[in-house]
């Protein structure tokens, strides 16, 4: 009986995660099984609260982050009180096991200047530059994740109407708006370009296409984006999570409120939002500082 396998089987089938999240998961549980078996533990229903403390502090000595010792201990929760729930194990070895302490380090964004900066780089007279700004316009005007920007198919978009429909990795789907600039970038990527990247796989539904003609990878978009960082020479680290950040604390600043920005980035708890208003109070004292006679 493979209980890993058992596991991830009911993490997909009865709590509906993510591919991502299962991904995470499964990497989590193996290494930790990995591990007990260099410390001859005859398998994982064997596992004590001391075997589990002993793992955590090896992997902190990897220099592991406490981030993703936090991350490892909750996987290694869920699966034993999975265990545990299905009368495989007594107890659990994770109760009343602490998490450390999490570095509370805040996003890093862009300002406007510096997105029109980084959007500005792709050649506009190339199908591939025609197709990479239409990507970097939607995910700034949009907020939404690097999965749901490459998961999106074509009639997932109205630019007819001002909006597209995502429901990449949530419950249900949600509606979000797109703006003027990023409508005309995908206006011309989908009327005059994409067809020079289907090479004859027509039937494809995707959004954005790479040079076979398939749907766009992650991995794929990580590379352009990293590409077009560096020829922008902005001396900053920016990642797809950077456009999402800047895009919420534009907003912020521009006095949208908190509520709407939730929906509009899909977090399930506001209080995952309300980092940006943090972010805002930075900037704020700092323009403060930069621009007060006195400060």
Request: with cysteine.
């Amino acid at each position: 009986m493979d209980l890993t396998k058992e596991f991830i089987n009911y993490l997909s089938k009865d709590k509906e995660l993510s591919k991502n999240t299962i991904e995470c998961y499964n990497r989590d549980i193996g290494q930790f099984d990995s591990y007990i078996k260099t410390k001859d533990i005859k398998d994982l229903k064997s596992v004590n609260k001391t075997v589990i403390i002993t793992y955590l502090l090896h992997i902190q000595n990897l220099g592991k982050s406490n981030s993703t010792i936090s991350r490892n201990l909750a996987s290694l929760r869920t699966f034993y009180q999975y265990l545990l729930n299905n009368n495989m194990i007594k107890s659990d070895p994770t109760i009343n096991l602490k998490s450390p302490k999490q570095e509370k380090k805040l996003p890093s964004i862009l300002t406007t200047n510096e997105v029109e900066h980084l959007i500005a780089q792709p050649d506009a007279n190339t199908p591939k530059g025609v197709r990479d700004k239409a990507m970097l316009e939607l995910l700034y005007a949009t907020g939404i994740r690097v999965s749901e920007m490459i998961s999106l198919n074509i009639n997932d978009v109205n630019l007819k109407l001002g909006f597209l429909t995502s429901s990449k990795n949530t419950s249900k789907s949600r509606v979000i708006p797109i703006g003027k600039l990023s409508i005309t970038a995908l206006n011309t990527y989908l009327n005059k370009y994409r067809n020079y990247f289907t090479n004859s796989n027509e039937d494809e539904q995707a959004l954005f296409l790479n040079h076979n003609g398939k749907r766009l990878s992650r991995q794929g978009f990580w590379k352009i984006i990293k590409y077009y960082a560096k020829r922008a020479n902005i001396d900053k680290k920016i990642t797809p999570q950077t456009f999402r950040h800047s895009f919420a604390v534009h907003l912020l600043q521009n006095g949208a409120d908190l509520k709407s920005i939730q929906e509009m980035l899909g977090h399930s708890d506001i209080s995952t939002t309300q980092v940006y208003t943090q972010l805002n109070n930075v900037r704020i004292k700092e323009v403060y500082q930069k621009a007060h006679p006195r400060a």
